[in-house]
């Protein structure tokens, strides 16, 4: 059973960075689709960026493309989300997730099974 744990998050200002970490324990195999998603008050969640199982390839949501990059760690079991120019309309709870793959250059934010915990991000003035 894959379990993953989020750290980062936090009250931000418009302009400024942030990074958000999820930390993965129990994998069972090296290729795993990994996702940021998130949840803005009122609205459902959407993907926000996701990585291939290989690593070779992303999407990202056109709001945040440009700003944002999702990448992991391998040795470390662990993805990240850098967040940079940050706006208000980034606001929203986080998550990480991740789903089995195989080893594949597919890339898509759907179908995801294991899930973070959350965390909010709040960008305000």
């Known amino acids: 059973q894959l379990h993953l744990v989020q750290s980062g998050g936090g009250l931000m200002q418009p302009g400024e960075s942030l990074i958000l970490s999820c930390s993965a324990s129990?994998?069972?195999?090296?290729?795993?689709?990994l996702g940021w998603f998130r949840q803005a008050p009122g609205k459902e969640r959407e993907g926000v960026a996701c990585?291939?199982?290989?690593?070779?390839?992303?999407y990202y949501v056109d709001s945040v493309r440009g700003r944002f990059t999702i990448s992991r760690d391998n040795a470390k079991n662990t993805m990240f989300l850098q967040m940079n120019r940050l706006k208000p309309e980034d606001t929203g709870i986080y998550y990480c997730?991740?789903?089995?793959?195989?080893?594949?250059?597919?890339?898509?934010?759907?179908?995801?099974?294991?899930w973070g915990q959350g965390t909010p991000v709040t960008v305000s003035s």
């Open positions: 997730a991740a789903r089995f793959a195989g080893p594949s250059d597919d890339v898509d934010c759907e179908d995801y099974t294991y």
């Open positions: 129990g994998l069972t195999s090296d290729y795993y689709a």
């Open positions: 990585l291939s199982s290989n690593g070779h390839r992303t």
